[in-house]
């Protein structure tokens, strides 16, 4: 009989230390993020700003998601990079865009960075287009320049990268919606789980 209690409790605290390892997002205030911190539909979208797919999640889907879910406190959403080592422009673009983020501008920045990603075509980001954007939002470029020279963000992209690994993603943009890795390639299907 002890020895079936034992077994028993055991196996819970194994199931409730895998169930908590994998199934939090942590909400911290160096992620951007939007919405209710309390809702019942959580998201975290793991993003890389060179890549095609998270190019056309921004465009077809994620101002829709910001609108009509975020804003409207129906779900809390956070952002995390995760720039891919085969895109030579994602690892400095997440750094300026979260210096960005520094000055409350993380969705200005994302969406002129997602727009010059496109026009560019794999081709190289400089320094100085990274720095026009920021001065187009109205950053104040001294506290910009001061974040990429210190690399301030580096740290944070890196833990993002961690997570992403631990919560087994493949890809990006990764969607990941109450303890859920969700497919947003279909917008209908995809917005029904936003609905539930």
């Not at 990274?130 to 963000?153: G, H, Q, S």
């Not at 993603?169 to 029904?192: A, C, H, M």
Request: aromatic share 16%; net charge neutral; hydrophobic share 40%.
């Amino acid at each position: 009989m002890k020895l079936r209690f034992f077994l028993i409790a055991l196996t819970s605290i194994f199931l409730v230390s895998c169930w908590q390892t994998k199934s939090i997002v942590p909400k911290d205030i160096e992620s951007p993020f939007f919405g209710n911190s309390n809702a019942k539909v959580q998201m975290a979208i793991f993003t890389d700003f060179q890549c095609p797919a998270c190019i056309y999640f921004e465009k077809n889907i994620w101002k829709k998601i910001l609108s009509d879910y975020a804003l409207t406190n129906k779900i809390w959403l956070t952002y995390k990079n995760y720039p891919l080592s085969i895109h030579k422009n994602a690892q400095d673009d997440a750094l300026a865009v979260m210096c960005g983020h520094a000055q409350w501008k993380y969705k200005d920045f994302s969406d002129k960075m997602y727009a010059l990603e496109e026009t560019k075509d794999w081709l190289r980001i400089s320094a100085d287009e990274r720095l026009k954007i920021a001065t187009e939002i109205w950053l104040n470029v001294t506290a910009y320049n001061k974040c990429i020279d210190e690399w301030n963000y580096v740290n944070k992209i890196k833990e993002d990268m961690t997570l992403w690994d631990k919560l087994w993603l493949q890809g990006t943009p990764s969607v990941y919606i109450n303890w859920k890795n969700v497919d947003f390639r279909n917008p209908d299907n995809f917005f029904e789980i936003l609905d539930q």
